[in-house]
């Protein structure tokens, strides 16, 4: 898989750390960090990543509530959701929206699965 720009959003310091290890020992390169939604957009605007692993559940402006902005704004950009929590409604949602499901874990192995998956959708 080719190296990917990514924008790793997670409202903890400690997951977004932990993603930016994991994705830059893979090849990819993380071009920001965002702890809501409303800093994931304004990191969008300033330099358009190619992906964007996107918690759902954050203060301020919810994963939920910037989806359906990134899909208008910035069409070109594939989305990973990555929850530590995925009921039924979660799990419904994001398969009606079409958009890879990652719980949290340690292991990476799924958050590679999820981006490869999303760039083929948008390929």
Known sequence: MRSLRVL???DEPDVRLLLRLQLEGH???VTDEAADGEEALNACRLDPPDIVILDLLMPRMSGFEVIPVLR???PDVAIVAYTAVAG???RNEMARLR?????KTANYAPVEGALRAAIAQDS
Not at 99 to 103: C, Y
């Open 27 to 29: 090849g990819h390169q």
């Open 88 to 90: 039924d409604f979660v």
């Open 8 to 10: 790793v959003v997670d």
């Open 99 to 103: 958009i890879p499901l990652v719980l």
């Open 72 to 74: 208008a704004d910035f």
